[in-house]
Structure formats: C-alpha cells, structure tokens
C-alpha cells in the first residue's frame, strides 16, 4: 500500500503509458513523447527515473502496475491495478497521502518537495543545477504534514 484512502484530487492526467511493474504514490517522470494531442499514443510513457537529475517530472502514479500471467488469473479492478504496457492515471493537482518518501529525512509542515530518486520525494535539494540555476531535482509540491508511525506523510501535489 503506497496511498491511504485520504485524498484530493484536482487534476488527473488519463493519458500515459507505463512499461515497468511499480508501486502507487510515487512521483513518475517523462521518458518518451506521441505526437499531437491524440490520447492513445503508445509512445507516451512515464517511468520512474533511478535518477532525479534531468528528469521531468509528470505527475503521482495513481495505479499499481502489475506483470500478471492473465492466462491463469484476472487483473483485481477493486486493487486499481494496471497491467504493465497498460494506461496509468497520474494526479498533478490535489494532495495525497503516500509512503514513497525518501528515507532518513526529517520533513517540517511547508517544506518544498523534490523529485527524487526512483521517483521518491523529497524535501533535499541535490548539489548543483543547470545553466539556468534550477536544481537537479524538480520541485513537485510541498509537505503538509510530517511522516506518521506508518511512513506516511501528506503531500501537495502541484505540477502545471
């Protein structure tokens, strides 16, 4: 479980593809382009980055992605699972609960949060920048609360 039930969800984003089996919560990223404004274009797909230097942030996986042999069993709809290869709902306005938080950090209420690692986030900037002085890791949102016994943490998710 990477999202509690306790949400508010603005925006949604319905049309990206994710090729790799990962966990819900976590902030995705860009990694190919469709042309045009078409909704399925099977090069439009997200990943999560290993790295956060570079990457572009697109929006919190609002699914489980999943790798089922669907010749023995049925993707569970009531688990909100995907199938890998399979369409993925990414929230970019709202704020969610989730546990995909970077571990060892002390988060305060209003902290920015970054994009980190393997799609973690974070409220640690990465030395350095590029020719523009924007930091290595993009800035997502900001904490509204500090990390619960279970790893919880409330995070306001902002992307334009």
Known sequence: MALKSDRYEIATDPTFYMNEVGARGGIVSFS???SGAA????AALVTYAAV???SKPAGMLLNDMVNLDLTRQHQNYHKDEVQK????TLGTKGWW?????T????????????????????N???AGGDANGYPNNPVVGRFLSKLDEDGFAKV????P
Do not use: C, H, P
């Open 39 to 42: 909704l399925d274009q099977a």
């Open 156 to 159: 306001e998710i902002n992307l």
């Open 103 to 122: 571990s060892g950090i002390t988060i305060a209420v209003g902290d920015r949060a970054y994009l980190g690692n393997g799609g973690r986030i974070t």
């Open 85 to 88: 290869g399979g369409k993925v």
């Open 32 to 34: 190919t382009f469709g």
């Open 97 to 101: 609960n989730t546990d995909q938080i």
């Open 52 to 54: 956060a230097s570079g």
């Open 124 to 126: 640690a900037i990465t």
